[in-house]
């Protein structure tokens, strides 16, 4: 068994759990963020996608206890004071989900893609090139990476504002 200590969506919880946890386990039964989805269990599809330390993670790949002392944003956690993020709006705005099951780690992917590349506007070729460990089991890319492109460039406007 292991104490596990960690800030998740901005809130530090403290469990003890077998050291086999993975961590997408650790946030859906142990904490009740079901948003994370399984999908794969092998890191293929890309549904478990979080955030560890700023960092997209296929959270059906680490352990509970190696993201011990870390800060976790779920998709539960990526809105902020009501207000969805631009890249949930965008998704919203541009019909970038059909069943959804997929939707929640396509977003923590995308949040990681736009902030590696600077928060500037991206093109449809590395919008693809990034998506290919999230896969859409609906066949939705199309207007998935519409969602990104447009969600991109109102964060890049957003930056060019705040300067």
Request: with cysteine; aromatic share 2%.
């Amino acid at each position: 068994m292991a104490e596990v200590s960690m800030v998740v969506n901005g809130r530090t919880v403290t469990r003890t759990v077998e050291d086999r946890t993975l961590l997408v386990e650790f946030l859906r039964e142990g904490l009740g963020l079901t948003g994370t989805h399984v999908g794969c269990d092998t890191s293929q599809c890309g549904a478990c996608v979080v955030h560890v330390d700023g960092k997209a993670v296929k959270s059906c790949t680490m352990l509970a206890a190696q993201a011990s002392g870390s800060d976790v944003t779920t998709i539960e956690g990526l809105a902020s004071g009501g207000e969805l993020h631009p890249v949930q709006a965008a998704f919203k705005e541009h019909h970038g989900l059909q069943c959804g099951f997929c939707t929640p780690g396509m977003i923590m992917a995308a949040v990681d893609m736009i902030a590696r590349h600077g928060g500037g506007p991206l093109d449809e070729a590395t919008i693809r090139a990034e998506l290919e460990g999230n896969i859409c089991r609906c066949t939705g890319y199309h207007n998935i990476v519409k969602a990104i492109a447009a969600a991109s460039e109102t964060m890049a406007g957003m930056k060019t504002a705040a300067e």
